[in-house]
């Protein structure tokens, strides 16, 4: 059975940096795509960047561009989300996903299969 794992969310002030980490298992996950999205109170669910299975193709939402960076280490089957310059409005609470079959688009969360719990970031003021 497929499990997703985030962890490292918190309290940080604006301009400082986290970075969440998700623990995958059940399967061997080197060979897909794997996104992270986040959801603030009363939004939908927001795409913020997606890694390929290699970690040489990513792309990344408007909103986090230049700030955030997406890596994995397939040894650890871990995905990571480096969090720079940190806004209040970056406060949500961040999911990762892995898209075992194709279908719909990468950016979407209709592209994924299977969602962690979520880990709640929080940037104040």
């Known amino acids: 059975q497929v499990q997703l794992v985030e962890s490292g969310g918190g309290l940080v002030q604006a301009g400082g940096s986290l970075r969440l980490s998700c623990a995958a298992s059940g399967r061997t996950f080197s060979s897909y795509f794997m996104g992270w999205f986040r959801q603030a109170p009363g939004k939908e669910r927001e795409f913020v960047a997606w890694?390929?299975?290699?970690?040489?193709?990513?792309q990344y939402g408007n909103s986090v561009k230049g700030r955030f960076t997406i890596s994995r280490d397939n040894a650890k089957n871990t995905v990571y989300l480096q969090m720079n310059s940190l806004e209040p409005e970056d406060t949500a609470v961040y999911y990762c996903?892995?898209?075992?079959?194709?279908?719909?688009?990468?950016?979407?969360?209709?592209?994924?299969?299977?969602w962690g719990q979520g880990t709640q970031v929080t940037v104040s003021s």
């Open positions: 890694i390929s299975g290699s970690g040489l193709t990513t």
């Open positions: 996903a892995v898209r075992i079959r194709s279908h719909g688009s990468y950016s979407s969360t209709g592209g994924y299969d299977y």
